[in-house]
């Protein structure tokens, strides 16, 4: 079935830097990667998707990229602020139309 | 448009209880899950269903049950609590895709729950 290892498990950038966030996944059979956000004490929330025919896609200051050749994408977020701090999940579709997910990065933004 | 409703917020229950974890959904959404969410560890499934009457097991569905008789409600029943079912919960929902389309997942606020 399919696996989702995500890197770092934590990661703390200066405010206004950039950060990147990376997943690789198993099966090459999944065509849809997301990437959720979830803010302490919250639930996770869709902040940007993409799909296997699609290599890059961007929304304001982040961005996601889909190597499926490796099997990996990332997340990039550029200009960080204090409210990107939060624990980013990525997932994976399964051939069960189910996200398998990484394990969570915990993003601290420093002033 | 409530989007999905989990009740209750916090529960605290002794080993060997049995208990419901509520879950409904307002946006008649066919595919509904059930996560659990512990430090370090990500998000799980416990359960998942593609429509009414249609449950499947996830990843980690020992000690719990589920069924799903109506499009909106998913309820979650844990058996005999352990303090190994310590955890937070989250019901999720989504639409039927096609096989190439999207699988955007709206989740719930959450259970916190304490076995002692």
């Known amino acids: 079935g399919e696996n989702v290892e995500q890197h770092p498990s934590t990661l703390s950038v200066q405010e206004g830097d950039s950060a990147v966030i990376k997943c690789t996944y198993s099966d090459s059979a999944s065509n849809y990667f997301p990437w959720y956000k979830q803010e302490l004490g919250k639930r996770p929330q869709l902040i940007i998707d993409i799909r296997s025919n699609v290599g890059e896609k961007k929304d304001q200051r982040i961005a996601v990229t889909l190597n499926k050749t490796a099997k990996h994408f990332s997340l990039h977020i550029t200009e960080t602020q204090p409210e990107d701090s939060a624990v980013y999940f990525c997932a994976a579709r399964d051939s069960n139309y189910q996200l398998i997910w990484g394990a969570g990065t915990k993003l601290i933004i420093k002033p | 448009n409530a989007g999905v409703t989990q009740t209750p917020k916090f529960q605290v229950l002794k080993t060997g209880q049995s208990m419901t974890l509520q879950c409904a959904q307002d946006?008649?959404?066919?595919?509904m899950s059930w996560y659990r969410q512990d430090p370090g560890m990500g998000l799980r499934l416990i359960h998942y269903s593609v429509g009414a009457g249609i449950t499947d097991q996830g990843e980690v569905p020992n000690g719990y049950n589920v069924s799903r008789s109506t499009t909106e409600d998913f309820p979650l029943r844990l058996l005999s609590a352990a303090p190994s079912q310590t955890s937070v919960y989250f019901c999720?929902?989504?639409?039927?895709?096609?096989?190439?389309?999207?699988?955007?997942?709206?989740f719930g606020a959450g259970t916190r729950l304490s076995v002692l």
């Open positions: 946006m008649n959404h066919e595919y």
């Open positions: 999720a929902s989504s639409y039927s895709e096609s096989s190439f389309g999207k699988n955007i997942q709206y």
